[in-house]
């Protein structure tokens, strides 16, 4: 995507007059990243275009506007220091005296907001707003206390909302074609609203507010926390008009419900050649690639963006997510040392630190960090769900399903939050409950195994098998177009998990077909492996064992019955085709390797992967079928451990 | 600013770890042991008990100094060798590399977190390692609670409560602290890089190419610019306050102020340190006591309690009163201390500290006899009682709650008030005695020194200057380090007075001269020891007839008001003041004078043997006047006086004056037989001017009674005649001994005027006894002896 150079000295423009006017209604946030937008664009084709500068600060305003702002522009000025220096109530008693808030109707004058400009109006209500968010904040007092919870409301929403109401309805006028002055009052509306939960309302107001004024880049985040789905977003998408924005919008929305692919990646390469110095644009490719569980490369753009900007702290608590995936302690604890020594009191530093926290096993810690970022940002759903992870690994499971819950209020789409939901009600032993997080999460992203599996277990534990069935296929299918070691590895589970199904359903013809296939998988897992010897990966098939040594002795029991079952199918052992090579190369791993490796199972990229019951049953079976004639070596593995196991199997092999 | 941990703290556990894995050779071992131990404990391994003055302070030094700088370390360690495969390595090089090990903020924390590796297991511990399986470590393990592990198992615990942002602090006030063995490093390690600091930065090089220095800066801050400047140095608050109480016992102990070095490097680290412990104001508060700054020390001492009173339960209040009043009256406002202390006492009955009452009621004991008229009417109102009651209620008092100070105090007070009432002698031994043994017993070091120097006032007294001497002798040589330094100074006072007395100015000025300069910092000290020397040169000055010099000592020397200063040495002061007018024949002023002390002194109840002095005074004015006999009953009186308080060198005075007038009376006889029978005890004393006036009264009642003998010739037979010659002669010979001996002692005391005395009667009994050539030659010493006066003065 190529701009003329018309076209970007018109967006320049455009983007100037966006920061002026979002900074004179105080819209900090909008006008910091339009500004990083601006400054984003490449400077080569720099016109000295001097008359610029005279229509960047006066926009085209609707003349009665004009003539009001230039009438009360000292107020105006008070009111605006006065929100500079935070102090709202004081701000929006400017305009607005605070009993004419009430009387706006038994005023003899009219309405007393037909006397001031939109500006002005938008400025104090926004005041308000903002007063209102403080005191509600206030109230809540303690993160998790008694009164955080959905009860404290802002108490100044129904006035904005009966003054906005009043004021949009009496605007008759014909919306001029960039009128700078208006859409503004449609965002509070929306925002008002949205804050009101009256969602579609809310859409649909901040939908004329970006039709009206599209460069209002809060109207544009805040439509898309709205968004519902992707079915929702496409209807969404139907009813704007192109433009850049729409375009960084769609692109922002679908990340957001992560829906990464390589179209997308390659839509954000577009727009990166428009705004090629854009490091919030580099900053949602590398988070793209996360998403896509691609952590090298996501590792890769981030590092990029950090040597670009080491003080943009926006995308730290991405950043830090990846580098927990990929257990990479120093860096982490480098980027949280950089992060605190540029700003230790923003929620993305606490974040940072509560994840080195929390990889390095220090949950209270942990805990405490994340708390710190939610007193300092209570909506930020990132540490909300963090919070919950960190809680459910201290098994205080109700603080973590409460936790879980306010992410979810604030960001819908955060599926790790509903995934952990699930394990928060597995623990608590409610399947039902479970499930349907499990399905909700596994409606936000469809193409994730360990979703699907998770749904499987649910279901299967609910005795749904056919369902569970059907699931663990469509996981298979989605597994299959992976590749990669760890993808294979999932694969084979997969197979194992559905010829353990198919047993359980009775059905023992498709439940060997399956195993011997889980089998040939695990085999061939090995032989790929067996000449890389050295390399990481080729550990990766002995897991299982590592995880019969860690397991409880109840999977020893269950792997052992499911492993009479076939080995009194496929005995002799010639029959079973397997390599004794290859079961060899698997036992000469000698103890002290053994205790080294990772005893628990790495934390999948989007949380941690708890092993549940059931997986360790279906890991001890495979490791059973594997090792059914080595016994005697399983005992040098754990003695105690396999101590129950070992009569039956050598009954087996009797 | 962390609670515990510093920069030095890694370095001293990075040399714990050294010596558990052996990396220490023998020959090292104790050295490192007593660096780290006395680094950790406030104890010193090697070295006196009781270090000299210089040394004193060298804890807090070198506590300074690790904190500061790493160079500490390798002034220790470089001289050893590292017990290793490699040669040439020392143990500095090992401990570099084990400082350079901790390249990455994570690994900070994995060097905290495998810390409790180096500790024993507990009972506990050992049975689940038994249970999964593991085999106990091996190799050097620290006790859970020897100060070794002590250290560990704090560390380890003050790290996991350090929040994140502090612990990024400790980590680049680490970084800082290790730069500058970067140098060193660098030889040894032909890996270094620029950002070998930091192993991130190191291996992200590649990635960030010329960002990484942009990332370093944000990481970091300025403290990786080479020009920066901001000096702020991570010290904990447990190193602040180690130090601080240190430097407040030190000054406790000692009395006197932190010497200027110390004080300022301390600034420096209280500056970067952010919190300011309470304690802080408390040293302020004794240093501009010492330094005599009223208003900073009011407000100091406020300071201190408003912040100690609030943080803890126990009530100080009765504390702050104490000490309030004490500086007050140390300040001079003796009213307001008057009012504090009473407020400290009915405060201190109220809350049952038995301690501070205890105190507070003993130094109130004091200050009622150094300020009789502030309290008389207190005396009879209040419960407090009179001295005596007072005393025995403190000394039960001190006994049953085991406050062995305040007991030997009040046992030394009674002993002393009933010498200057001028009761019993043995009385007072024995309580000196009783004193003596509790200090003995009890080892109370700092009692040693107002013990002693009661002692030394007794044997005074008492004459027997040699016990006295030897008395000052011992203290200075053996307690002088140990001891509050007021009563150093005291002594060392003592001792140059008794030399001074001896004649032995130069002596005694080198006596004085040797005080620690750093100990006179202090305000009233250096007071007390200008005032000393004042009056020593005074005292010579007089000798010497130098009374234009003596006039102006005097003029500054009775400029000080006798309430900044103590009773004794303001009637020192008056009596040399009398002198001086005397000598200057100004007759009147001093009569008046002596009129207006003697008023004064029948009011109060003062010290017997300053009314004795004065009396003795009056007698001499008398002489003076040429009216001798007017003095005999104040003669009489001051000698009886001094015998019944057996204040011996004061009663040999008293009968040389009773001798004198005896003298003038024309009983020779009388006056001789006194004279002789006083004057091998005085010369005991070693107050060579009193030996010298009893010499020469000596000779004129010896003169005297060769007169009576002209008078009384009745014979003129030959033979009478000879016999009578000859009996002349030899009293002739009598009178030029004791001449001689008295022009001794006057020279020995550089006394001018009766030195010449001396040599004028002894040419008149040359002349008498016509041999002329002997008197000239006296003449000729005579004249000699005033040109070498006048050439002194000119």
Redesign the interface.
């Known amino acids: 995507m190529t701009l003329s150079k018309a076209q970007i000295l018109e967006l320049r423009l455009s983007l100037q007059q966006a920061v002026v006017s979002c900074s004179e209604r105080c819209l900090y946030q909008s006008s910091k990243w339009m500004a990083a937008l601006l400054s984003a664009l490449p400077e080569d084709d720099v016109g000295e275009d001097v008359s610029s500068v005279g229509r960047v600060f006066n926009p085209p305003t609707n003349p009665a506007q004009l003539h009001l702002e230039q009438t009360e522009f000292p107020k105006y000025l008070l009111a605006k220091s006065l929100f500079d220096c935070r102090e709202f109530q004081r701000c929006a008693s400017v305009f607005l005296p605070r009993q004419s808030i009430r009387n706006t109707w038994t005023s003899r004058q009219g309405a007393v907001y037909d006397r001031i400009s939109r500006k002005a109006l938008f400025l104090t209500l926004y005041a308000l707003l903002i007063a209102g968010e403080k005191q509600k904040t206030e109230q809540k007092a303690q993160v998790l206390g008694t009164a955080d919870n959905g009860a404290t409301v802002n108490q100044q929403l129904p006035d904005i909302r009966r003054i906005l109401q009043a004021s949009l309805d009496q605007t008759h006028e014909v919306a001029v074609e960039n009128d700078s002055s208006q859409g503004w009052l449609e965002y509070l509306y929306g925002l008002v609203l949205a804050k009101d939960k009256n969602e579609d309302l809310a859409i649909l107001w901040l939908l004329r507010s970006v039709s009206l004024y599209p460069w209002n880049w809060g109207a544009w985040q805040q439509l898309s926390s709205l968004i519902r789905s992707a079915q929702h977003l496409n209807w969404v998408q139907s009813q704007l008009k192109p433009g850049i924005l729409a375009f960084i919008f769609s692109v922002h929305c679908r990340l957001e419900m992560h829906q990464a692919n390589p179209t997308l990646v390659s839509e954000i390469s577009q727009l990166q050649s428009v705004f090629p110095h854009s490091l919030f644009l580099e900053s949602q490719r590398a988070l793209a690639f996360y998403r896509m569980k691609d952590l090298y490369e996501a590792n890769l753009l981030f590092s990029k963006v950090l040597a670009l900007d080491p003080r943009y702290l926006d995308f730290f608590d991405h950043y830090s997510n990846v580098l927990y995936n990929l257990g990479s302690h120093d860096r982490l604890a480098f980027v949280a040392q950089l992060a605190s020594s540029v700003d230790s009191h923003r929620p993305e530093t606490c974040l940072v630190i509560g994840n080195y926290y929390s990889l390095s096993s220090r949950p209270e810690a942990a805990i405490t960090s994340f708390r710190r970022a939610l007193v300092l940002d209570r909506s930020c759903s990132a540490a909300w769900t963090l919070l919950g992870h960190e809680y459910l690994k201290a098994q205080n499971t109700h603080a973590a399903v409460e936790s879980y819950r306010h992410a979810i209020s604030h960001a819908r789409h955060d599926y790790r939050a509903l995934f952990g939901l699930g394990q928060a009600y597995d623990a608590l032993e409610q399947p039902d409950l479970s499930l349907h997080y499990y399905l909700r999460a596994s409606t936000i992203r469809p193409g994730d195994t360990d979703l699907l599996q998770a749904v499987a277990t649910g279901l299967a534990a609910m005795s749904r098998l056919e369902e569970a069935i059907k699931v663990l296929k469509r996981a298979l299918a989605c597994s299959a177009s992976e590749d990669g070691v760890a993808a294979k590895q999932t694969h084979a589970e997969l197979l194992f998990r559905l010829g353990s199904l198919y047993n359980e359903a009775q059905n023992r013809q498709e439940a060997t077909a399956y195993l011997e296939m889980c089998l040939d998988k695990a085999l061939e897992g090995e032989a790929t492996c067996r000449p890389a010897g050295t390399t990481v990966s080729a550990q990766r098939p002995l897991q299982p064992v590592v995880l019969v040594d860690n397991g409880p002795v109840l999977s020893y029991q269950r792997a052992m019955l499911l492993a009479t079952e076939h080995l009194s199918l496929y005995l002799p052992f010639g029959v079973l085709g397997l390599n004794t090579d290859g079961v060899e190369s698997l036992l000469h791993l000698r103890k002290p390797e053994l205790q080294s490796m990772p005893l628990n199972v790495p934390r999948t990229s989007e949380g941690p992967a708890f092993l549940s019951r059931q997986r360790v049953v279906r890991r001890g079976v495979l490791v059973g079928l594997i090792l059914g004639t080595h016994v005697e070596r399983l005992l040098v593995l754990s003695p105690q451990r396999v101590s129950k196991g070992h009569g039956a199997f050598l009954d087996v092999k009797g | 600013m962390s609670r515990y941990l510093a920069p030095s703290k890694i370095g001293l556990l990075a040399l714990v770890e050294l010596y558990i894995e052996g990396a220490v050779p023998n020959d090292a071992a104790i050295p490192v042991i007593n660096f780290v131990t006395s680094h950790l404990l406030d104890c010193n391994l090697t070295g006196p008990p009781s270090p000299a003055p210089a040394e004193q302070w060298k804890k807090a030094e070198n506590t300074i100094r690790l904190a500061v700088s790493i160079q500490h370390f390798e002034e220790m360690l470089a001289p050893f060798a590292a017990a290793d495969r490699l040669p040439g390595r020392t143990l500095w090089d090992r401990f570099l590399e084990k400082l350079w090990g901790i390249d ?4 900070l ?1 994995e060097f905290f ?1 495998q810390l409790p590796d180096h500790l024993a297991r507990t009972k506990a511990e050992l049975r689940e390692m038994t249970e999964r ?1 593991e085999k106990p470590p091996s190799g050097v393990l620290l006790s859970r609670n020897s100060p070794f592990g002590v250290f560990v198992r704090r560390s380890h615990l003050e790290f ?1 409560k350090l929040h ?2 502090h612990v ?1 602090e400790l ?2 006030m680490f970084v800082k602290y290790r730069q500058p063995t970067a140098g060193h490093w660098r030889r040894r390690n032909p890996h270094y890089n620029r950002l070998s600091f ?4 190191l291996d ?1 090089e590649h ?3 010329a ?2 220095d ?2 370093a ?5 300025n403290m990786l610019l080479v020009d920066d400047q901001n000096p702020t140095l991570l010290v904990s608050t447990d190193d602040i306050e180690s130090l601080l109480e240190f430097q407040v016992e030190h000054v406790q102990k000692y009395g006197t102020r932190v010497p200027r070095s110390i004080r300022d490097e301390f600034q420096k680290l209280l500056k970067s340190s952010r919190v300011v412990p309470s304690l802080s104001h408390y040293l302020n508060f004794s240093d501009s006591w010492r330094s005599g700054e009223f208003p900073a020390t009011f407000d100091h001492l406020h300071r201190y309690f408003d912040y100690t009173m609030q943080s803890r339960d126990r009530l100080f209040y009765q504390y702050a009163l104490l000490n309030l009043g004490i500086v007050q009256s140390d300040f001079g406002c003796h009213k307001e201390a008057v009012a504090t202390m009473l407020e400290a006492i009915s405060t201190a009955k109220e809350n049952r500290d038995t301690a501070c009452l205890n105190f507070a009621l003993n130094w109130f004991y004091h200050f009622s006899r150094a300020h009789p008229s502030l309290v008389k009417e207190l005396e009879g109102s209040s419960m407090l009682g009179s001295g005596k009651e007072s005393l025995a209620f403190l000394r039960a008092k001190a006994k049953e709650t085991g406050m062995w100070i305040l007991w030997s105090s009040a046992l030394l007070s009674e002993a002393k008030l009933g010498l200057s009432n001028g009761e019993s002698i043995s009385t007072a031994l024995e309580s000196m005695v009783r004193s003596s043994q509790i200090i003995v017993e009890k080892n109370v070091k700092t009692m040693i020194g107002p013990q002693l120097s009661l002692s030394i006032a007794l044997w005074d007294r008492l004459g027997v200057a040699v016990m006295s001497t030897m008395a000052c002798e011992v203290f200075l040589r053996c307690h002088a380090r140990s001891s509050v330094f007021d009563d150093q100074l005291k002594l060392t006072c003592r001792m140059a007075g008794m030399l001074a007395d001896r004649g032995q100015y130069e002596e005694a000025f080198a006596t004085l001269e040797a005080i620690d300069t750093n100990s006179l910092r202090s305000a009233k000290p250096d007071q007390y020891w200008r005032l000393f020397r004042g009056l020593v040169k005074l005292r010579r000055d007089l000798h010497h007839n130098n009374l234009d010099s003596a006039d102006g000592l005097l003029s500054q020397l009775l400029q000080n008001s006798p309430e900044d200063i103590e009773p004794d040495m303001v009637s020192i002061i008056d009596m040399f003041h009398i002198e001086a007018l005397t000598r200057r024949q100004d007759f009147e002023t001093a009569f008046t004078k002596l009129d207006r002390l003697i008023a004064e002194l029948s009011h109060e109840n003062r010290d017997v043997s300053l009314r004795i002095r004065l009396l003795l005074c009056k007698v001499d004015l008398f002489d003076r006047l040429g009216r001798p006999e007017r003095g005999f009953t104040i003669a009489m009186r001051a000698a009886s006086m001094a015998w019944r308080a057996r204040l011996v060198s004061l009663l040999w005075q008293a009968v040389g004056a009773l001798a004198h007038i005896l003298n003038a009376l024309g009983e020779f006889a009388a006056a001789q037989q006194l004279l002789v029978a006083v004057l091998p005890r005085c010369l005991e004393t070693g107050v060579a001017y009193t030996a010298g006036t009893l010499y020469s009264l000596l000779a004129d009642a010896r003169i005297g009674l060769v007169g009576e003998m002209k008078d009384r010739r009745g014979g003129t037979g030959t033979a009478v005649v000879a016999a009578e010659r000859a009996e002349r002669a030899e009293r002739l010979g009598g009178v030029h001994k004791a001449l001689d001996s008295a022009f001794g002692c006057f020279s020995a005391v550089e006394d001018v005027d009766k030195r010449c005395e001396m040599l004028a009667k002894k040419a008149a009994v040359f002349r008498a006894e016509g041999d002329l050539v002997r008197a000239e030659s006296c003449a000729g010493t005579y004249l000699g002896l005033w040109e070498e006066e006048l050439a002194r003065k000119g």
């Open positions: 990455s903020l994570h690994t924390h977190d399986g996991s994140f942002n990024a980590w680049k930091d192993s991130v930065l992200g990635e960030w190419g960002q990484t942009e990332i800066l944000a990481a970091y801050g």
